[in-house]
């Protein structure tokens, strides 16, 4: 008997996001994707600059302003030295405003 893929997209699209990093020369990649993960769903590391944390938005439509906000708080309780919102969308003017003044990366269809 086939087992069914339990897996939500939402995990399948952290697990590209995180395949996709390690091409980038990220290491150090761990998928978090819990409930209580502080809004970072993969972290890693990136040489010279350290850890990153990054959100994952599997959206139809445009990522707003909370995912901005989720992954900031996110970047402070993790110490990290960068933070990213990564989504196979867009993003909407407000949440790219946002970014800039927190100093959070978007990667948009990504």
Same mark, same amino acid.
């Given at each position: ?65 909370? %995912?901005?906000?989720?992954?900031? %708080? %996110? ?23 946002? %970014? ?11």
């Amino acid at each position: 008997m086939r087992r069914k893929n339990t897996k939500k997209k939402g995990d399948r699209y952290e697990h590209h996001v995180a395949w996709k990093m390690r091409f980038h020369g990220f290491f150090m990649i761990r998928v978090r994707g819990q409930s209580s993960d502080y809004g970072c769903d993969v972290s890693a590391m990136c040489f010279p600059f350290g850890r990153i944390v990054v959100q994952c938005k599997n959206y139809k439509g445009k990522v707003g302003v909370q %995912a901005v906000q989720e992954i900031y %708080a %996110a970047k402070r309780y993790y110490h990290a030295t960068r933070a990213a919102v990564a989504t196979n969308s867009t993003f909407t003017k407000n949440a790219e405003k946002l %970014a800039r003044a927190c100093g959070v990366e978007l990667w948009a269809r990504y």
